[in-house]
């Protein structure tokens, strides 16, 4: 996460120095006579209720623990917490304080502010893509453990194990535990590719059905056409190599890069797309004049 460069200079600073609290690590200073400071508990009383707000401005570590003591600081709140990776806020409240008069404090400390529910799905969003993300790691890891163990031993064999250990796995192979074997590796990778890779599924459809050949479009119909080959392969009489191991590597790679690469997880792309498309017409509609000499 980038440093803070704007210490004491935005509008949170000034209302963290205003209640006494230290804008450099976001929590009021604490007496040398008094007690060792341990963690922070919150203690939320049960009429309390809950808010959640999606923010633009809390870009650091520093900002979001100071965010956190200054509402925290508020009469008549309980617990805050900040997630800036998120751009969340979470508020326990009384009741008696409206979601209107936070969402102004919020805009006061000089945060941007979604209206509606923008701030419950983009962490529902966030914590989706998570999910994806530990689906397609924890079952890639599942269907590659066996391929290395069994498998590409048979397939590479100077690389691995000795010619007897080899010859034993290929009657491993040739038995009928074989299809046992394959049904799990099948699951296995056919579970991740539909879990993780649904968003993308889904878009590919929609794609198809307005006629379109859209990248997620290639990337589902290759995935599905190995799967297809290699269940032949597996179950039927097919002569062909399994290969529900790329399938999991496609599925690992893709959402790893999707959640961690330029894509950002909580947001569709194609709603960017549109977003974007709606942005060009109204500048074209809205012509700029230029005054001051162009300036």
């Known amino acids: 996460m980038p440093a803070d460069r704007r210490r004491h ?43 959640t707000f ?18 925290a600081d508020r009469e008549s709140v309980s617990a805050v917490s900040a997630t800036a990776r998120n751009g969340t806020v979470g508020i326990h409240h009384a009741s008696s304080l409206s979601r209107s008069d936070l969402r102004g404090t919020l805009e006061s400390l000089g945060l941007v502010v979604d209206a509606g529910d923008a701030a419950f799905e983009t962490r529902r969003a966030s ?19 066996p391929y290395i163990a069994v498998l590409y031993p048979t397939r590479v064999e100077w690389l691995f194990y000795d010619p007897v250990t080899v010859q034993y796995l290929q009657s491993i192979l040739d038995s009928q535990m074989a299809t046992h074997f394959f049904v799990n590796l099948g699951a ?37 056409a190995l799967f297809g080959y290699s269940t032949l392969a597996a179950f039927t009489g097919f002569e062909g190599t399994v290969h529900y191991d ?46 001051d000499g162009g300036r």
């Open 127 to 145: 914590q989706f893509a998570s999910a994806r993300v530990a689906v397609a790691v924890l079952f890639g890891l599942m269907v590659a453990t």
């Open 188 to 224: 296995l990778s056919g579970i991740a590719f539909l879990v993780a890779c649904g968003p993308r599924i889904r878009r590919a459809l929609a794609a198809l059905a307005a006629g379109r050949v859209t990248p997620d479009a290639a990337f589902v119909g290759g995935v599905t």
């Open 54 to 71: 999606s923010v633009d401005g809390i870009d650091t570590d520093r900002r979001e623990r100071l965010l956190e003591a200054v509402l």
């Open 9 to 51: 200079r935005t509008d949170l600073d000034a209302a963290a120095r205003d209640r006494g609290i230290d804008p450099s690590v976001g929590h009021r200073p604490v007496d040398a006579s008094g007690p060792e400071p341990g963690p922070r508990v919150a203690r939320v009383p049960e009429p309390h209720v809950h808010d």
């Open 246 to 291: 790329l399938v999991a590597y496609a599925v690992v790679a893709v959402t790893l890069w999707t959640h961690f690469g330029v894509v950002d997880p909580a947001v569709d792309p194609t709603e960017n797309r549109e977003a974007t498309v709606e942005a060009a017409s109204d500048a074209d509609e809205d012509p700029i004049a230029l005054t």
